[in-house]
């Protein structure tokens, strides 16, 4: 890309010089000698034109195809984590089925049901088996 900068630099200063002359060829007189050197000299001017409408179309088509390379990594990245997140979800999965989590919830629900109990046996105590009647009474 430097390359082709400096290319494009040097077909513009040609450009200018070109200009430059067709100027001073006008200027110096109006023969038909003075208008074959001008058009010869705009002719030169169109075709340096094109040599930079060509070089900066090659270097736009390079910074293209290097922003594609890098989107093309990138997206091998992505593809690649996300087929080793796949293989890791599928060995974990593995261990596991829909029917041994239902059974594991069923146990935490029972194990839960027999704290409530156990915890409502000790609340139940620890008031001393004073009734809230007599309570009441004093």
Known sequence: ?????????????????AEQEIKKIIASGSGPAAK????QAMKRKKMYEQQRDTLMGSQFTMEQMAFNLEQAE????????????TEKLKEQMKSMSPEQVDEVMDDMAE???EFELVSQALASTA?????DAELMDE
Do not use: F, H, L, Y
């Open 1 to 17: 890309s430097a390359k082709i900068d400096t290319q494009i630099s040097n077909v513009e200063s040609k450009i200018q010089q």
């Open 111 to 113: 194990i839960n049901d």
């Open 127 to 131: 008031g001393g088996g004073v009734d």
């Open 36 to 39: 074959a050197r001008a058009m």
């Open 74 to 85: 990138a997206t091998a990245t992505t593809v690649a984590a996300m087929k080793a997140g």
